[in-house]
Every structure is written in C-alpha cells, then in structure tokens.
C-alpha cells in the first residue's frame, strides 16, 4: 500500500493543528508537529530544550539543522502515512524534506500540501483568546472553552497563553509567515498537489470539507 503524506499550511492561529490532530484520529497517520515536539524538549528540561527555547519565546524560527534533525528522527516511526504540522516553514526546509522524501519514499506514495486559509483579523482574534496545556490540548476562550475555567479537560492540567500568543509576537510570526510561506504552497500548486480550504468555518465543518477533499483524491 502506498503512504499518504499530508503537510498542513496556514498561519498560526489558523486551526491547522487542531485540523492535523482530527485527522490524525480518523487514520492511523503520525503527526509530526514541530511546535509540539519542540514544546515537549522544553517541557522535559533535555538539552534541545534549553537550547530552542529562547526561539519559542520570541516566535523565531530554530535553526534548521536543529529543527530537521527532529523531522529525520519522527520520520522513522512505522507507519501508513504522516501529517506535518509547522514543517516545513521556509524554503530551505521544503528543499530538505523533499531530499528526505527521496531517500524515503517509493515510488507510488503520495505527498500533498493542505493550506488551511484564514484572514489576519480573525487570527488575531483567535491567538489572544488561545489557552494552551502542557499536554498539548489547545481551547478557544469563546468557541471551545474548558469545563472548568484554566483547567484542562484532559488532564487536569493548568492552562496557559502560549509566551508567544502576545500581540507583539503574533504580529512577528504572522509576517515570518506570509515571507515564508508563499514559496513554498507556489512549489505546491504547480506539482498539481495543493489541497484549499476555508479556515473560517466551525471546526467540525473544517473537518469535513478536509475529509471530503481528501476522499475525491483517494487519499483517505
Ligand atoms: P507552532 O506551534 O507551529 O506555532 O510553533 C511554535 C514555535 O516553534 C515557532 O514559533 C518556532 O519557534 C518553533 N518551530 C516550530 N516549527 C518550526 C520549524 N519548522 N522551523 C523552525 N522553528 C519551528
């Protein structure tokens, strides 16, 4: 059977992460989120963590060497497909998966972009009103609240903002994201292998629009 790789784009705050985990529950897929990895470095005290931290406090990119090196090593799970979440971000990173994707994949499976498309506004609005847990569950104050006010469903956890869901460093990651991106979803458009969708829709709606896509392509 061939693998399906599915790279989710959009700006923070676009929903791709929560997009990304949704399918990644509907297939057995891997997701690889270099956000999340990251975090958990941190989170873990290892010696990557202290290194990428002052990058994720200021929302600038870690190095690429530090960041493929975790892709390479996530690449290595046993498994019918992956879903990339934050990766690649610039092109040099595309430029690496794709030599990875060479090495790794045959000949009939099957890489796709996924841009989940939403307005700076809306983004903006949906980063301040984020509430982060250590565990990695992400709530919206308004549209998807914990039960219990600053604690996590999940595990009971203390909810936090992400350091870099404030203003001034939403705006810096907003622009990291559209010089970087551009590059990148044009190589995807013109392989034939971009899949749009409308980012400004309830979550489930969202989630549905990526399934039927993916249905017509054969993907799921
Ligand atoms: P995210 O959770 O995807 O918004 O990522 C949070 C932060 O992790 C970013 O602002 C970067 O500091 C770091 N990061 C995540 N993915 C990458 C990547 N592909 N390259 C470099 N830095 C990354």
């Known amino acids: 059977m061939s693998k399906k790789i599915i790279i989710f784009f959009g700006p923070p705050g676009s929903g791709k992460g929560t997009q990304a985990e949704m399918l990644a529950k509907k297939t057995d897929w891997k997701k690889i989120s270099t956000g999340d990895l990251f975090r958990a470095e941190i989170a873990n005290g290892t010696k990557l963590g202290k ?34 979440d934050g990766f690649p971000r610039n092109k040099r990173q595309l430029n690496d998966l794709l030599a990875v994707f060479r090495k790794r994949l045959k000949k009939n499976d099957l890489a796709y972009a996924l841009e989940v498309a939403v307005g700076d506004k809306e983004v903006k609005q949906r980063l301040s009103q984020r509430r982060s847990c ?20 999940i595990c009971g956890g203390k909810l936090f903002t992400r350091n870099d869901d404030k ?7 907003l622009k990291l994201y ?11 458009q013109k392989q034939g292998r971009l899949i749009k969708i409308a980012g400004e829709q309830p979550i489930k709606k969202i989630h549905e629009e990526i399934m039927e896509k993916l249905k017509k392509l054969k993907l799921v």
């Not at 931290?53 to 200021?58: E, M, P, R, S, V």
């Not at 530090?66 to 799970?77: A, G, I, N």
């Not at 569950?137 to 914990?146: D, Q, T």
């Open 51 to 84: 290194s990428v931290g002052k990058y994720l406090q200021a929302g600038k990119l870690v190095p690429d060497k530090l960041t493929l090196s975790l892709v390479e090593e996530s690449l290595k799970q046993k498994t019918s497909g992956f879903i990339f």
């Open 134 to 153: 250590a565990c990695g569950a992400v709530y919206h104050l308004i549209y998807n609240p914990p039960i219990n006010e600053g604690v996590c469903d």
């Open 167 to 173: 203003p001034k460093v939403i705006a810096h990651r």
């Open 178 to 188: 559209y010089n970087e991106s551009k590059s990148i979803l044009d190589y995807w």
